[in-house]
């Protein structure tokens, strides 16, 4: 919580000259990836965070004796700038990724009862990797995993710059070369909708394409997975703060940014309740929709793009059992409405009995739906997913719900999203809907920051830290 305005602290050993200032606006990953990494060139910051804490979407909160994530967040081992961003902030081992890819996935809609099937990579170079993997997956026929083979040849033959790529859909793209509905259900979408937040027929083919060839095709390790084994808000609120505080930047929680205007010196204005700062330069790392109603005139070329670029939600539901009933970590799943579910007992603080989440993204039909409603449909779903809870006692049953968790991957999506420079000379934009090139990921909130950074750098002519990640190093 925020005490009012205060100094900024100076950053021991760095020289910070008269006229180089900046304001950036929202305190989500983004926001403090750009703040941290002006303050670690010299330059004087003041972050603005709307919100009671930071972490933007990724935050936890407290619910009784539980400290709960608003979702399931994960990475992967080629998502090198948030893994950046997590030693920067000093949780890198708190978040520590698998040794090895390897994510259990049951069917429970085989006739026959549930069935359990793995993706996991062996150490050989790619392709090889997941040959064995592929070739022994039970929720698909010996034809179907050949074609999968064959189509992700085609995939890893594709150049990531084409912009043909995204006014196509996925979808249309896997069915064209051989797909059949079960293989996109069983593996293609296993691994989309978790990554895209939308269903292949809804997805950018240029985006599918950046996500399958860069996690599954380009190093062996790629797609290992790493998670939080704390609550979110201690790497992305209490860590960050504490990062930001060493590096001397001035952070405001509860402090709604109202207005940015040229403050005509060259500079810009930024209106908070209460007070105006002046500054060189202004990162704004807010949601699209909240850009374009601080953009001053003549910022963008077209900003009601801006206001094209749709939304997506993801639903998490929140289930405490009065005993332990699922042995690994997590697990994703077929043939239910189950998507992915994860252990959740020792990162919330629980004490007795087990506690799940279950993610599930491009959750349309069920965003609104009442809880009593959600209740009635996943209890049901998890017994058959999981024999030990068929004798559990659920002690606790919640969900949250973040109507527009990421935006829209739609086909098009590409040519709405505006890179780091604005025509503004001194404002820049950051946020995972920016043009990085990824999906919406806490990777592409991090790299959005690192670039909105080096671009107002370049023009306060201050140096790039060393410490900087370096967007180039992790194509």
């Given at each position: ?221 790629a797609a290992d997975i790493g998670w939080a084994h704390v609550p979110l808000g201690e790497l992305h609120d209490r860590l960050a703060r504490k990062a930001l505080d060493s590096a001397g930047v001035r952070t405001e929680v509860r402090t709604r940014v109202t207005s940015v205007l040229h403050n005509g010196n060259g500079g810009w204005s930024v209106q908070v309740p209460g007070e105006r700062l002046e500054a060189d330069a202004v990162v704004l790392a807010v949601p699209q929709r909240e850009t374009h109603g601080l953009l001053p005139p003549g910022a963008l070329d077209a900003p009601e793009r801006l206001l094209d670029i749709g939304t997506a939600p993801i639903l998490n539901v929140h289930v405490v059992y009065d005993r332990k009933v699922l042995a690994r970590p997590f697990f994703a799943a077929l043939g239910t409405p189950v998507q992915w ?135």
């Amino acid at each position: 919580m925020s005490d009012g305005p205060r100094p900024a602290q100076a950053h021991a050993g760095t020289p910070r000259p008269a006229g180089r200032s900046a304001v950036v606006v929202g305190g989500g990953l983004a926001g403090v990836t750009a703040a941290l990494a002006l303050a670690d060139a010299g330059v004087r910051v003041t972050l603005f965070e709307g919100r009671p804490r930071l972490g933007g979407l990724a935050f936890s909160f407290r619910r009784g004796e539980l400290t709960v994530d608003n979702g399931q967040h994960v990475y992967l081992r080629c998502c090198t700038a948030y893994r950046w961003f997590l030693d920067r902030i000093g949780g890198a081992a708190l978040a520590p990724l698998q040794d090895r890819l390897d994510v259990p996935v049951v069917d429970a809609a085989r006739p026959e009862g549930r069935r359990l099937g793995r993706l996991r990579r062996d150490p050989l170079p790619v392709p090889l990797h997941l040959g064995r993997s592929l070739a022994a997956y039970p929720h698909l026929s010996l034809a179907e995993r050949a074609a999968v083979g064959r189509a992700a040849l085609a995939l890893k033959g594709l150049d990531l710059t084409d912009p043909a790529l995204d006014a196509q859909d996925f979808g249309s793209w896997l069915a064209a070369h051989g797909q059949s509905a079960r293989a996109v259900e069983a593996l293609w979408d296993l691994v989309g909708v978790a990554t895209l937040n939308a269903v292949a027929g809804d997805a950018s083919l240029g985006l599918a394409a950046m996500v399958f060839k860069t996690g599954l095709l380009s190093d062996p390790g790629a797609a290992d997975i790493g998670w939080a084994h704390v609550p979110l808000g201690e790497l992305h609120d209490r860590l960050a703060r504490k990062a930001l505080d060493s590096a001397g930047v001035r952070t405001e929680v509860r402090t709604r940014v109202t207005s940015v205007l040229h403050n005509g010196n060259g500079g810009w204005s930024v209106q908070v309740p209460g007070e105006r700062l002046e500054a060189d330069a202004v990162v704004l790392a807010v949601p699209q929709r909240e850009t374009h109603g601080l953009l001053p005139p003549g910022a963008l070329d077209a900003p009601e793009r801006l206001l094209d670029i749709g939304t997506a939600p993801i639903l998490n539901v929140h289930v405490v059992y009065d005993r332990k009933v699922l042995a690994r970590p997590f697990f994703a799943a077929l043939g239910t409405p189950v998507q992915w579910v994860f252990d959740r007992t020792g990162a919330a603080g629980l004490r007795t009995g087990q506690y799940l989440a279950l993610s599930q993204s491009a959750a349309r039909d069920d965003i609104d739906a009442p809880v009593a409603e959600l209740r009635r449909r996943y209890l049901p779903e998890l017994r058959r997913l999981i024999p030990g809870t068929r004798g559990a006692v659920v002690k606790d049953f919640f969900v949250t719900r973040e109507r527009a968790a990421t935006f829209a991957p739609a086909p098009g999506v590409g040519r709405l999203r505006p890179g780091a420079r604005t025509k503004a000379p001194g404002l820049y934009l950051a946020g995972a809907w920016t043009a990085t090139g990824w999906p919406a990921t806490m990777e592409s909130a991090v790299r959005s920051g690192v670039s909105a950074a080096d671009a107002a750098l370049g023009a306060l002519g201050r140096p790039r830290p060393r410490r900087l990640f370096a967007l180039e190093e992790a194509a």
